[in-house]
Every structure is written in C-alpha cells, then in structure tokens.
T-cell receptor
Framework: SAVISQKPSRDICQRGTSLTIQCQVDSQVTMMFWYRQQPGQSLTLIATANQGSEATYESGFVIDKFPISRPNLTFSTLTVSNMSPEDSSIYLC???????????FGPGTRLLVL | AQSVTQPDIHITVSEGASLELRCNYSYGATPYLFWYVQSPGQGLQLLLKYFSGDTLVQGIKGFEAEFKRSQSSFNLRKPSVHWSDAAEYFCAVGYQGAQKLVFGQGTRLTINP
C-alpha cells in the first residue's frame, strides 16, 4: 500500500488563526480523503479531493471553513480556517487504491486550539 | 442511511485469551466491510476487508472476521491476544465502492497481563 505522510504531526494554535495540513503520498492516487476525529470519537469524512476538480464536501462541512487543494496526484492540503477550540481534533488524510479503492490512512495531525 | 454499530465501547481481556469484537451495519446493498486498528498516537491501520466471496476473511496480526449477511454483522476475532493488541478498533462500511466510509464508534481494547 501507499506510504502516506502528514505535516505537521501536531500543533497548538490560537483561536482565530488558520492552519494548513499537508498530505503527501509516495505514489500517484486518484482518490484522497480528509477526515476529522474529535477527542474520544470516531472518524467523520470532511471531503473527498480528486485531482483537477473541486473537493466534494460532506454535510456539515463547508469550503470556507475547510478549504482543500489537490494540485497533483500525490499531494493535498486541508486548511482549518478561523479556528476555535471546537476544532481541536485529529485530522487524517487517506488515499483510495487497489480493489474497491480500499482506503489507507496517514498518521494524522493532532491539533489543539486554545 | 448507512450506519455502523459497535455495541462494546470498551473490552478488557487477559493476554492469551480469545477475542471477539462485534460490528453490525445497516446498508441496503452488498457492503464493503473493513476493520481498522488505531494504536495510541497513531493513524489507522487496515486489518482486513470483505468485498465478496468467502465470508471468513483473514487479516494481518492473526485477526479474522466473518461476514454474516443474515445478521448484518462483521465480527472481528483473534484466538489469542497479545499485549500489543491493546488499541482502538474501528469497523467501517463502504458504499459507492469504498469511496465513502462510515465508521462505527470504535471499541477500545485493554489487555490484562
């Protein structure tokens, strides 16, 4: 499976600021996904990012709050904008590959907003 | 709407004992089913998956899972757990292929020495 890295691995931010999270894959993939995992909770899909098209957001997530870029087949960014303490979560990217586009996950970015 | 239920929030077993983690799903069509494991401070690692065919699937680290359509279940099993198996386990169902995953709430596994 693909090797996925994320930067930063963790960060502490002040409310009202923005943070951009990077996701890098060691091979070309069509499908990339961004998830949020709130403390003690399960994963919730934020959006699907395909290269060359606008990201598709799930209900409850909007582009103004979580803008996503997908400039090529190995890289994507997620920005968490105008952060509040409620944005404190783990943010994970995943890629789909292989039979049925099985999803493989990066190590996550642990964000704390003060 | 698709949903996944993991009835057990927290399970404690002794090292060397057998393990079964439960997962039930709600989905109208044939599901794609997955089990992932998340160790503390780590991302998610795929343990195994079911798309079609043999309903008993083998995964990594000695885990297996059985798909039972009549019960809408996909329970994860391991005959003998090791201390390193302590982690959070997530069941997920995929629709539109595996392009959209819905996750269960997770089961936290604690191993007693």
């Amino acid at each position: 499976s693909a090797v996925i890295s994320q930067k930063p691995s963790r960060d502490i931010c002040q409310r009202g600021t923005s943070l951009t999270i990077q996701c890098q894959v060691d091979s070309q993939v069509t499908m990339m996904f961004w998830y949020r995992q709130q403390p003690g909770q399960s994963l919730t899909l934020i959006a699907t990012a395909n290269q060359g098209s606008e990201a598709t957001y799930e209900s409850g997530f909007v582009i103004d709050k979580f803008p996503i870029s997908r400039p090529n087949l190995t890289f994507s960014t997620l920005t968490v904008s105008n952060m509040s303490p409620e944005d404190s979560s783990i943010y994970l990217c995943s890629v789909g590959e292989g039979v049925g586009e099985t999803q493989y996950f990066g190590p996550g970015t642990r964000l704390l907003v003060l | 709407a698709q949903s996944v239920t993991q009835p057990d929030i927290h399970i404690t077993v002794s090292e060397g004992a057998s393990l079964e983690l439960r997962c039930n799903y709600s989905y109208g069509a044939t599901p794609y089913l997955f089990w992932y494991v998340q160790s503390p401070g780590q991302g998610l690692q795929l343990l195994l998956k079911y798309f079609s065919g043999d309903t008993l699937v083998q995964g990594i680290k000695g885990f297996e899972a059985e798909f039972k359509r009549s019960q809408s279940s996909f329970n994860l099993r391991k005959p003998s757990v090791h201390w390193s198996d302590a982690a959070e386990y997530f069941c997920a169902v995929g629709y539109q292929g595996a392009q959209k995953l819905v996750f269960g709430q997770g089961t936290r596994l604690t191993i007693n020495p």
